[in-house]
Each structure stands twice: as structure tokens, then as C-alpha cells.
């Protein structure tokens, strides 16, 4: 199996813009940032959480909670799973019953990974509401998920990965298509 | 570093990196214990068995907690109530639990190795809690993610370990866990409840409290094994007191930012002052605490494990 890289679909100016974009329509749609707190699921979703939460608060002028998010207890695929991932913690700060959620993801796939982190925020309390935003949204749904804002829509096939990559992780922000190439 | 182990047996096996992804596996893990919902479901249909040959509060609470709170199904086995009473033997009783399809079993025995013997024929893991006067690894390793939350990292501090040596399988599992993280340990105690040659586990030997204890920055004090003392090993309870027992009046010759451990049950007043104990350099609660989520991580560090790729979602 050997992956090699197809093309960059998103370049840093381009990550930014869209990040800029979905922190005004997040502001746009609830009308104000009043209700709101921001979930970003690990790893990269908190750090484009973080990013949001500031582009927000140099429009508003308001600090919105932050939490991030540790799918890997919730998830449905464990027992396929041979070596066991890191878990990361789960950081919760702020009681989520009657607020408005803004969960966070870089990719947007199959919907398992979103299924798993909603069953987890219900576990923390009842939100009023959960809204999604993703920076990619690469199709092949496996549930009934779909995002509230999206950066940008990448069609792709089943044999492509997606990956984003950001500065705080990986040293350069851009989003980059790989095809996967099996040998008969 | 991935956790290739179908078992957890002992520390003594334990690399340095294992340890460390065990700790930050169970500093992720605390976390769940502080939630609104107590629970996440990772290992929903799975089964654990606890299986007691010896009496036990602290540690079958703690495994019990860390199987519910990932949602295992778990039930106790205790030997005055099982069919050990009618002679079966231990790998009868293992094999048999395991026809009913279980996932885990974690056992204390009052035979050293007796986990080990186990896990070679049973395919579910094995978790020792506690065998003999062998390892109670599970303790260890909530003992050392307690000093790294004080301390950040265990390289050259100081440990003093205080009371029965011989018939402490913590003390086994702490020096070994202790030394592989770099700590300087020293052992003290009686002579007689000092087993011969234990230099050899990298460990200074004092039988001088008063010196053993300066400058050391962790006095761990081991309970006083009343069912294990076979007789005529210490003169007299107040004799040790005198000699060994840690009171306010031992600790003006300790750090003062010293801190006291103690793995429980504590004997009041006797290895231990209970103003020492309930007192500002004891974090034994704090012990305690992290025992849940160190056994939630090994739970999730075993578990599973059937051949697979990660898959992306």
C-alpha cells in the first residue's frame, strides 16, 4: 500500500477565510453569541475551535467557553482497533445544559466520529442545542449527519484521505487530498 | 507506545514507556469520574470477573468502579462464597468462568503467582490485584501517577519506604516501579521484616527511621500485616511504634514539604499517627482517587486488541 499526495485543496489563506466565515454565520444564525459554547473534538478540531472563538470575539467582543472533546471512549469500532490509541482528556469546563453547542471537526466523513462525541456532550448534561461546523465536509455518510456550516465541500472517492493540517500541530495550515494506492 | 499485553501481572515486566502511557492513560481517565454521568460506554457487552481469595475493600471497590464506570459487566467472586469452599481447585474455577465468555479477570491470591499461573491457559486477560507477597501492580501504578501529579516527574526524588518489608508485595511492586522511573529509593524497617539481599532490587536498606527519613521528599508507610506476621517477628506492637511509627514528633526530622503515603488500610496509631494521617503532608485520599482511574486504564489498554486497522471516520 503506498499513499501519495494528490493535491492541496485548501492553502492557508483559504483556511482562514472559511474559519473566518463560519465564525460570522455561527454569529449570523444564533443571532449573537449569548448561548453559545464551543466544543472542538481532538485532535485539530480544538485548535480550530480555538481559532473561531477568536475570530468571534474580535467581532462580538465576547469570550465564548471553550471545551474539547475525547471521542475515543465513545466510539463504535473499537474491537477492530488493534493498538490502542491515546486517549486524550476530555475538558469540559462549563455546565452545557440549556446552551447552545458549536461542536467543531476538520473532517467530516462517515459520521461516526460526530455520533460519538453527541452521545458524549449528552452525557455531560442537555444542551438546548447542538450545531455542527467542519472545516471539510468529503461526503460517504454512514448516518444521518449533516453540518450546520461547512468551509469547504471536497468530493472524493473511497479510496482518498483527507487531511488537514494546521500550524499549532503540524507547522503549516492547509488541507491536503492523498490517494491511497492498493498493489495487486 | 502502544500496550501489546494480553495481561497485567507485575511491574517487574514493565518497561519505563509502558508505565508512562499507563499513567497518561489514567490522567485522561480522572476526568470521567468528575462528570455529571459517571460512565462512558467503551466496554459495553464486555464481562469482568473479580475473582477475591482474600479479603479486600479498597481494591474491589476501586476495580468494581473502573469495570462500571466503562460500562463492563462485572460480578464478584469471593473464595468463603464460591465453590472453593468444595475444593476446586483455581484453574477449574478460571476455566469454568471463562466457558461463560468473559473478557477479564482479575484476581487477588494469597499465592504468589497464582495470576500468572491463570493467565498462561485462559485467552481473557488477566489482571493481578494483588498475589501473595509477590506484586500488587495496580496499587503501584496508582501510587506513581499520585507523585507525578505532585511532582511532574519522578527522576531523583527521594522515597523512603517504611514498615514490613518481607511481606509487602506493594513494596515489591513500588521499587520496581519507583526505580524504573528514575526515583531513588530506600527501604527501611526492622531487620527481621527485611528480606535478605532486597539491595539487590537497586534499593538502599536503613533500619534507622530517624535518618532514613531526612531529606527524603515521599515517606510511603506500609501497614503492619497483622495476618502475615507468622509469629514472634517484632517483640512487641509498641516496640514498633516507638521505633518505626510515623507521628508528628518523627517528622521535624523530615522535609517539611514531605509527603506521606500509605497504600491502606491504615492501622491507626500504629504504623501511622492519625494526625499524620488526616494531617497536611498526607495525600492517601488522594491515592485512593487516582486507584480508579489507573484500573480504568489498564481496563482500556487491554482491552480488545483482535487485528484491524484504525479506521478514519
Redo the contacts between chains.
Sequence with gaps: MTIKEKGIVMDEIQVKRALVRIAHEILEKNKGAEKLVIIGIRSRGDFLARRIKEYIRRVESVDIPIGILDITLYRDDFTSIDYKPIVGKTEIPFDVKDKVVILIDDVLYTGRTVRAALDEIIDFGRPNEIQLAVLVDRGHRELPIRPDYIGKNVPTADNELVEVQIKEVDGVDRVVIREVEHEN | M???RKDLLGIEELSKEEIE?IL??S???K??SE???R????LRGKTVVNLFFEPSTRTLASFSLAEKR?SADSFNLSSSSSSVLKGETLLDTARNLEAMRIDFVVVRHSLPGAPHFIADRLEASVINAGDGTHEHPTQALLDLLSLKEKFGTLEGKKVVIVGDIVNSRVARSNIWGLTKMGADVTVCGPPTLMPYGIEEMGVEVSFELRKAIEGRDVIYVLRIQKERQMGGMLPSIREYIELYGITPERLKDAKEDVIIMHPGPINRGIELDPRVADGKHSIILGQVTNGVAVRMAIL??L???????????
Design positions: 502502544k500496550i501489546k502511557t497518561e492513560t490522567g485522561s481517565l476526568e470521567i462528570r455529571a454521568i460512565k462512558v460506554p467503551y466503562l482500556y489498554l482491552s480488545g486488541g483482535q487485528s484491524g486497522e484504525v479506521s478514519e471516520a
